[in-house]
């Protein structure tokens, strides 16, 4: 396992892709050598970027494949000074780009009957209200129920 700088406060990687970029941009730190692991990719983004020193608030940073990371930060201002910063201190190893940020998709498994869109987005709501703002909105693409074959 690697040190982190004491400044830095703890990474946690429970966050959800969805849970860093709610709402707002973020950025994403990849290694050119597709070989390299996400912990020497953070390693490397910690030894050249100081979120303290720079006065960056980051809200979550989640490991993603090929060796990168994704950082988010407390506001867009935020994202786009640790864009500026990490291209010119690693841009000859890193691709660093800005994501924006997306509503979340879900997939609801174990539904057996055909539902309205109105009452399948009240049950998300229902059942949910603890993750849920008060912003909440969704768009109801298709709905499937599944067929249960009876032995």
Known sequence: MLDYPAWL???????????ITKGKS?????????????QATKADMLHH?????????LSGVKNVKNGGI??????DD????LKKIAAEKLSDKYDIKVVAGFSSR?????????????????????QNKD??????????LDI????????
Request: proline share 5%; net charge positive; aromatic share 4%.
């Open 9 to 19: 406060p703890e990474i946690n990687d429970k966050k959800s892709y969805s849970a």
């Open 26 to 38: 973020a950025i994403i730190i990849k290694p050119k050598d597709a070989t390299q692991n996400t």
């Open 49 to 57: 970027v100081n979120p303290v020193a720079e006065n960056l608030q």
């Open 70 to 75: 994704l950082i988010g930060c407390n506001s």
């Open 78 to 81: 935020d994202n786009l000074k």
């Open 106 to 126: 879900v997939r609801v498994a174990g539904m057996t009957e055909k539902q309205s869109a109105e009452n399948f987005i009240n049950s998300i709501k229902s």
């Open 131 to 140: 993750v849920l703002s008060e912003k909440f909105a969704c768009k109801v």
């Open 144 to 151: 499937n129920p599944i067929n249960i074959a009876t032995h």
